[in-house]
């Protein structure tokens, strides 16, 4: 009997003992799953804390030169002469640029970009799709500045060898390259979403008699229509962003133009221009760098809110 009761408290003191353990850790769980919440919603406030952080540097800095020149001019002066006797600070020839740059590139890279991925998605083998797409994003990790001497090294001299009007810095050639650099954004962004479109939608159209390439174009494309408009928004923003290639290639005068043969500077080339220049601080000149910066970071921010609105419009669940 008196066995019986020792190992009967022995065993009462056990479960105490992890009931004890078990409320220890039930007490350090909830602890941590409080703490865990906090830590991630600071780390996502990261980016909104840097966003607005780059956006009070900007806006500071660009009131200071909205104070010596007028919006109005700026934003419809077609004379950017900024180390003139009497400098003119119209960013209509920067916007010209980077619009005329932007255009050529998504010329080239919309027909390239779609046509790549429609064969990924639609007609190549998942083996010949393994190699083709690493290959072609392969282009998506090729330093800017190597794509900028790429175009004033080759492209352009291999262009003026049939078009002799050319310019050695011109806007043609930088917008030629920058397309083919962003050919991977629109391929790849564009095959995920046709990737997305269910085979019962094309099972369905082929079973109607139609062809391949009618099911592509008549079902799939439409099916993706958002995801395929989305990629190519984002490649324009990429392109309207780009800094090393237009600096290298199209030079640095500051034309109001429309012809293709002759330099042609960006926004973002002229950002660089400042920066790497003399401008003393406190300078007008020095002041237009945050203007034309902020005008740029504007530009992409309505292209990437573009870009998810028509997501959110045309977007089909299925």
């Known amino acids: 009997m008196a066995m019986n009761s020792e190992s009967t408290e022995s065993k009462a003191v056990n479960v105490s003992k992890l009931i004890a353990e078990n409320k220890k850790k039930k007490s350090i769980n909830n602890y941590t799953e409080k703490l865990i919440p906090t830590i991630l919603f600071l780390l996502a406030s990261i980016t909104v804390l840097t966003t607005i952080g780059i956006l009070y540097t900007l806006i500071s800095q660009a009131v200071h030169f909205f104070m010596e020149v007028s919006i109005w001019d700026f934003f419809t002066g077609t004379e950017l002469k900024p180390l003139g006797q009497d400098p003119q600070f119209g960013i209509l020839p920067l916007i010209n640029g980077t619009i005329i740059s932007s255009i050529i590139a998504i010329l080239v890279a919309g027909p390239i970009g779609l046509m790549s991925a429609i064969y990924l998605s639609e007609y190549a083998s998942d083996k010949v799709r393994r190699v083709l797409k690493p290959l072609l994003e392969v282009l998506a990790g090729i330093p800017t500045i190597v794509y900028g001497f790429f175009a004033f090294t080759f492209v352009t001299p291999l262009i003026r060898s049939f078009w002799p009007e050319l310019g050695a810095t011109n806007i043609l050639s930088p917008g030629l390259v920058m ?36 099911t592509t174009i008549k079902v799939v494309i439409p099916a993706a229509f958002s995801g395929i408009i989305a990629s190519f928004v984002l490649a324009i923003s990429r392109a309207i962003g780009e800094t090393m290639i237009v600096t290298i290639a199209s030079g640095s005068s500051k034309n109001f133009t429309f012809d293709l043969t002759e330099s042609m500077q960006t926004m973002t080339a002229y950002i660089v221009e400042v920066s790497g220049g003399e401008a003393p601080a406190g300078s007008t000149l020095h002041y237009s760098l945050y203007a034309v910066a902020l005008s740029l970071f504007v530009f992409t921010l309505i292209m990437n809110l573009l870009a998810k609105y028509i997501s959110r419009k045309f977007r089909e669940e299925y």
Do not use: F, Q, W, Y
């Not at 094309?202 to 109607?208: C, D, P």
């Open 179 to 214: 397309g083919v650099m962003i050919i991977p954004m629109i391929a790849s962004l564009s095959e995920d979403a046709m990737n997305s479109v269910p085979n019962a939608m094309r099972e369905g159209s082929l079973a109607m008699g139609t062809t391949k390439l009618e």
